[in-house]
């Protein structure tokens, strides 16, 4: 069964995926999508799930659940601690 749905762009570029679509998807918060555009298709863009949040992992421990992310490199709360407290020594 083919979804279709209206949304509108808000202050910040945002778009609302309906609740349904994401569901049937099986994204979630967190998740991470690709958004494509090919210039010969005009108005067109691809979406697609690149990472699922509980595939997103610590770059230095390799622990799951990932909350900041510096210069593209997901750190993990207990490594961001530990590096803040080496700077402050």
């Known amino acids: 069964m083919e979804i279709k749905f209206s949304s509108k ?7 609302l995926f309906p609740k349904e679509l994401r569901q049937r998807l ?4 967190g998740d ?3 958004i494509t555009h090919a ?6 863009l691809a979406v697609c799930l690149l990472v699922k949040q509980s595939e997103i992992s610590c770059f230095y421990c390799k622990k799951p659940c990932c909350n900041v992310t510096i210069r593209g490199k997901e750190i993990c709360d207990d490594c961001l601690d530990r590096a803040l407290h080496s700077l402050e020594e």
């Open 26 to 29: 099986g994204w979630n918060r």
């Open 32 to 34: 991470i999508v690709s």
């Open 39 to 44: 210039e010969e298709t005009a108005n067109t």
């Open 9 to 15: 762009i808000d202050d910040l570029g945002r778009i």
